[in-house]
């Protein structure tokens, strides 16, 4: 008995939760999944600049939000690591005390995850939080949801990867699913609805859709950000950007997207739908490891700007909310989608992600499909009461 006792204690000792403070542990934290991803093919190293940059208070997401991170270790060894935060855009909006938890990434033990999810639990309720909800990495405007199915195929841009124990392990610590937010993948050769013609020429001479237009860039988007703002309002859980982040977007939109490939649709002179899309950066960074030195930012450049990457995301598309359900909406959506799969042809690109899409959001979902998209991820929101645990 007194055995099974120093033994028990032996095995807590060994596990230690540590709040990540100073850019020493930042750094541990930000590095710790290369270490559990070793031997997965589909995980892509994310870039060291753009995770400190992420996690760092010149993110204008911490001008609003409260955040900290811890890093699970046995002994020397980091075995996981997640984060709490606290957002106010989130309370102001929907007075409901839920806190958040993202970043999660943890070896395959029950043990690890219960250590983590329990720190993260308490300092939420220690602000007042009576519900946790998450993953999200940072907010509903980032990488967001737990991969639950989809592990085979590497994420485009600003989706994420897990590993298939993650979801179960998650569910053993109290949490149950929230919401579904599905990643639909669709070959741009693909064949537009025979319908698309038909419904093209009713919008005639009302309906123009347009390029971006790079001499009146902040113009333009002003107007996207007016459009998502609209569209998505009714939306679950959204939380609309500020000011700042939206111009920090605006930066990787000039700095890495054609304006061909944003399109700005008018209805009668009135803009009322929007989309952008992406190249797939994941895919030229895949074999950098993380790191654009010494030589990582030149095969970047080439891959980006000569050879071209062959796949790409749709991460927004909007329509007003004053047209959607209507056939007018579904129009003003596939009048965007279909131009937009002609540029991708022309760039050679063979794979263009849409998503993500609410589960529910059975009217987008069926757009989407129309124009030959097909289902390959799904990923997870997860929540729990804090009375709960």
């Known amino acids: 008995m007194q055995n099974k006792v120093v033994s028990e204690k032996i095995e807590t000792e060994m596990l230690r939760v540590i709040p990540v403070v100073g850019r020493r542990l930042m750094r541990s934290f930000i590095e710790l999944p290369w270490s559990l991803y070793a031997h997965d093919p589909c995980w892509v190293p994310p870039l060291m600049v753009e995770r400190k940059w992420h996690l760092s208070p010149k993110n204008p997401y911490f001008e609003h939000a409260e955040f900290q991170a ?83 195929i590497p994420p485009p841009i600003m989706l994420g990867h897990a590993l298939p124990y993650y979801g179960p392990r998650v569910e053993e610590q109290g949490y149950a699913k929230e919401q579904d937010l599905l990643a639909y993948r669709v070959d741009p050769e693909t064949p537009q609805p025979r319908h698309l013609d038909v419904l093209t020429k009713r ?29 998505w309002s009714e939306n679950w859980g959204f939380v609309p950007f500020t000011a700042e982040e939206f111009a920090e977007l605006g930066k990787n939109l000039k700095l890495l997207v054609d304006s061909e490939l944003v399109r700005i649709a008018e209805v009668d002179g009135s803009p009322a739908a929007m989309i952008v899309m992406f190249p797939n950066l994941n895919e030229v960074i895949k074999d950098l490891n993380g790191r654009l030195l010494p030589l990582g930012w ?92």
């Open 70 to 152: 811890w890093i699970a270790c046995r002994g020397e060894r980091m075995v996981g690591r997640i984060s709490a935060q606290v957002d106010q855009l989130h309370l102001q909006r929907y007075q409901d005390a839920t806190g958040f938890f993202g970043l999660l990434e943890a070896e395959d033990n029950m043990e690890t995850f219960q250590a983590l999810f329990h720190v993260a639990e308490e300092w939420l309720r220690q602000r007042g939080m009576n519900r946790i909800r998450g993953p999200f990495n940072l907010s509903i405007n980032d990488e967001c949801g737990l991969l639950v199915d989809g592990f085979d």
């Open 203 to 231: 919008a005639a001479g009302r309906v123009v859709v347009r390029c971006m237009r790079r001499d009146h860039f902040n113009e333009d988007l002003a107007i996207i950000k007016d459009i998502f703002e609209d569209a």
């Open 298 to 389: 030149l095969k970047l450049l080439w891959r980006l700007k000569v050879v071209g990457p062959k796949s790409a995301r749709v991460p927004l598309l909007g329509v007003r909310r004053c047209y959607q359900g209507s056939r007018l909406g579904a129009t003003l959506a596939l009048m965007m989608i279909s131009p937009l799969h002609e540029r991708a042809r022309k760039r050679g690109i063979k794979e263009v992600d849409m998503s993500w899409i609410l589960e529910q959001n059975y009217g987008m979902r069926k757009i989407i499909e129309s124009v030959g998209s097909t289902l390959y991820k799904r990923y997870r929101i997860y929540q729990k009461g804090l009375s709960e645990g």
